[in-house]
C-alpha cells in the first residue's frame, strides 16, 4: 500500500509546451508521465498552432522530460504525424526515444498492408500508373531471378549435386498425384459429358450423332484433359505450395536454411516442381481417359450408340500425335503451376495476411500462364501441321 502512495505521489502530470525557435520551425516539448489512463493534452492545441501564422513547415519533438508512457503517447503521437502529414508538414522524429520510433514505423500505412490508406490519401492517376509500372517491372525482375535459381538447382540435380530430402519428393509426388485422382476423376467425367452435349446438339441435325466420340476424344486428349488437370492442380496443389512456402517465410524457416547453407531453391522448390513434372502427365492421361468414358456415357446412354462402336470409333479418331501433344501440354503446366506456386511462397510477406494472398496470387498466376501457354502450343502446332 505504501508502494502504490509513493507512486501516485510521484508521478508527473503530462505537459505539452510550444516553441518557435524559427519561423518555419515548431518544436514541441513533452515532459511528465504520459499514459492511457491519465488525463493527456489535446491534439486540438496542436493543430491550433499548425494553423496559427506564419505558417508551419517543421516540426520536431523535444523529450527531455519525458518520464513513462505507454500506448496513450502513440496514439497522441500518430494524431499529430497525421495532421502533420495532411498539411504537407516536414516531422522530425530523432528527438523521439528509439522504442518510439519503431514503433511509429510499424504502425505506419507503409508498413500495412496493401489496400489499407489513411482517409483521403489518394495518389493521382501518374503516380498510380508510375506506382504500376515500376511494380511490374520489379515483379518480372524477380520472376526472371527465381526462374535462374530453379534452373541452376534443376541442373544440379541432373549433374547428382543438388541438396534436397527424397522423402520430401516422395511424399509430394503422393500429395500431387494419388490424392489429386478423386477431383481429377470428377472434373474430367464432367468435362467429357458437356463437350458430348455440345456436340450432339450439332451433330443430331445431320443424323452424325456418331462423331460425338470424335469430338471428345480429340478435344479430350488433345487440349482439354491437360488444361481441366493443370487448373486443378493450380487450385489445388500450386495453392498449397503457395501457402506452405509463405508459411515458412513467415516463421523465418527459409532464412534459417539458408544461414545453415543449404540453397532454398534445392532444397524446397526442386522436389515440389519434379513432383509436378512426373505426375502432370500422368494425371493427364487418366484424365483423358475419364473423359472419354464421360462422352461415352451420354453417348451410350442418350444418343443410342453401342459401346463397342463409340470404342470403334474413338480409337479411328485419335493418333499418336494427339496423344502426346495432350503430355506436352501436361508437361508444361506442371513446369508452370509449381514454378507460379513456389515463386508466390517465396516471394510472401511476413505476415498473416499475406499467406492467403500468396495462395490467391500462385492460382491466378498459374491459370494464366495455363492459358497462355495453351494458346501458344496450339498456335505452333497450327503453324507446324502437328
Avoid at 61 to 68: N, S
Avoid at 144 to 152: D, I, K, M, R, S
Wanted: hydrophobic letters at 50%.
Amino acid at each position: 500500500m505504501r508502494e502504490e502512495e509513493s507512486s501516485i505521489k510521484t508521478s508527473k502530470p503530462a505537459f505539452l509546451s510550444s516553441s518557435r525557435p524559427e519561423a518555419d520551425l515548431l518544436r514541441l516539448g513533452i515532459s511528465g508521465d504520459w499514459r492511457a489512463d491519465g488525463k493527456l493534452p489535446s491534439v486540438e492545441e496542436v493543430q491550433q498552432i499548425l494553423s496559427s501564422k506564419p505558417p508551419v513547415t517543421r516540426v520536431m519533438f523535444d523529450v527531455t522530460g519525458l518520464g513513462e508512457w505507454d500506448s496513450g503517447f502513440l496514439v497522441f503521437l500518430a494524431k499529430i504525424l497525421d495532421a502533420c502529414h495532411r498539411r504537407g508538414n516536414r516531422v522530425d522524429q530523432s528527438g523521439l526515444p528509439e522504442g518510439v520510433r519503431k514503433l511509429l514505423d510499424l504502425a505506419s500505412p507503409q508498413n500495412q498492408r496493401k489496400g489499407v490508406t489513411r482517409e483521403g490519401a489518394r495518389s493521382s492517376f501518374l503516380v498510380r500508373v508510375a506506382d504500376a509500372t515500376l511494380n511490374m517491372i520489379t515483379g518480372i525482375r524477380e520472376m526472371l531471378a527465381f526462374l535462374g535459381e530453379a534452373t541452376v538447382a534443376f541442373l544440379q540435380m541432373l549433374r547428382g549435386n543438388a541438396r534436397f530430402r527424397r522423402t520430401d519428393l516422395i511424399t509430394t509426388i503422393q500429395e500431387t498425384g494419388a490424392q489429386a485422382l478423386p477431383i481429377v476423376s470428377l472434373i474430367s467425367v464432367l468435362v467429357g459429358i458437356i463437350l458430348a452435349f455440345v456436340a450432339a446438339i450439332q451433330l443430331k441435325l445431320f443424323g452424325a450423332q456418331i462423331y460425338v466420340a470424335n469430338v471428345v476424344g480429340i478435344g479430350m486428349v488433345r487440349v482439354m484433359g491437360a488444361v481441366m488437370t493443370g487448373i486443378i492442380m493450380a487450385g489445388r496443389t500450386g495453392a498449397a505450395f503457395a501457402a506452405q512456402l509463405g508459411t515458412m517465410q513467415v516463421n523465418e524457416e527459409i532464412d534459417a536454411l539458408e544461414t545453415l547453407g543449404f540453397s532454398a531453391a534445392e532444397f524446397l522448390v526442386l522436389p515440389r516442381m519434379l513432383a509436378l513434372m512426373l505426375m502432370m502427365p500422368l494425371l493427364c492421361i487418366y484424365s483423358d481417359f475419364m473423359g472419354v468414358l464421360g462422352g461415352m456415357i451420354v453417348g451410350v446412354g442418350m444418343l443410342d450408340i453401342g459401346i463397342v462402336e463409340y470404342y470403334q470409333q474413338t480409337k479411328a479418331a485419335l493418333n499418336l500425335t494427339h496423344f502426346w501433344v495432350g503430355l506436352f501440354h501436361s508437361f508444361v503446366f506442371g513446369v508452370l503451376v509449381a514454378i507460379s506456386g513456389c515463386m508466390r511462397g517465396m516471394q510472401c510477406e511476413r505476415s498473416a495476411s499475406a499467406v492467403g494472398d500468396a495462395a490467391t496470387s500462385a492460382v491466378v498466376t498459374s491459370i494464366v500462364s495455363i492459358v497462355v501457354a495453351t494458346a501458344i502450343i496450339t498456335f505452333s502446332c497450327q503453324v507446324l501441321g502437328i
